[in-house]
DNA sequence: CAATAAATTGAATGTTTGTTCAAAAAATAA
DNA sequence: TTATTTTTTGAACAAACATTCAATTTATTG
């Protein structure tokens, strides 16, 4: 049997940040076909049609998203500063130029209602959720740490939606001040 | 001169339901005619093109929102109460069946980074916010009114996004208490 | 009542859409 | 090398897309 000739990470990768910045419908399999460089054939033979791109897509995204979490997570400082750490990293995303928001948020909120996919990113969002959950649970009750995790969940999507549209950094922080007063925010002043 | 025979309005609650629902992208003429039951030419008569119908629908959509938020300050009742009123509203309306999340904020993420159409709906999205800083600030500071004002729309964002693909309402209003400590939930406990 | 102006109609426009497929090329296996 | 299998190619497809417009209907004006 003849090997796969084109790389399917590239391929991959560059899918990803066109149906990331432009949406499931918008995205044209022409667009597509011009940004990766495969002809239509070769795209319908190794993923089946745009749905089958679309949801590889998602897998690639939310995979990697998945374990950038976990690493920093590893990285063995505290919990809670961690958390701040990404959450500050979150916000510095958000006012760079071209900020797409979150791939996962962004198409579970363009998907229809009984499309498959939309339970499919549901679950990636629970997984995630679940990883902060996890870390809160070694210094918190199970309770309080399922309390904050949703509280931190909330705070994420928040963020990547009102980081979207206003340009002001110094705003978002002191909300997530404000709205996670229990984190160890006093790390991060000088 | 002959009169408009079409109920604007009427018109414009189909498209905006229709346009809400399914996204700008993925909504064809076809379907707006059928669902306003206008036939092509009454609609580009009308409304120029479909960006000109969903502009209007956006301005239909903000317009009756905005309005409604300040009826419901306008209740004098104390202004956390009410508050903790419209977000638990919120959370209820998230777990109804064919939920849609809010218009808005689903078209400014959907919207390109080159649409005006972005900007405008920001402006929607800022006048609201400002409707809750200058409530908060009749019990505040100013900067302590912008910092809750902020905290607020974190948490509206976030339980827009979060309420779509969760159904578990407790978990959502666990966390708004977390995050917005500061309100009187206390009153809504029995 | 005409005369005039505006709204409605629905067929037709030319693109663009996602997808297919037979032929050609390339890679592996014998 | 030859035979076999797999991938790539790019033209072609029907369906759906947003939009237009001349003809018709309806409403207002004089």
Redesign the interface.
Known sequence: MAKVQFDRQTVLDKATSLFW???Y??TSMQALFEVTGLKPGSVYLAFGNKEGLFKESIDFYAQSSITNLKNKFNQKQGVEQTICEILLSFVEESAQA?YC?CFL??S???L??QSDL?EY??SY??TIEGIYTEQLSTLYSEDEA???A??I??????????G???NSEA??V???R????WLPWSNFDH
């Open positions: 910045r432009v949406g419908s918008a071209g928001s948020l962004k579970q909120l363009e229809d209602e939309r990113i549901s969002l629970a399922k309390q904050k949703a509280s969940m909330l705070h994420i999507f928040g963020l990547r939606v009102y979207y549209h206003s705003q978002i002191n909300g997530l404000l709205g996670l007063h």
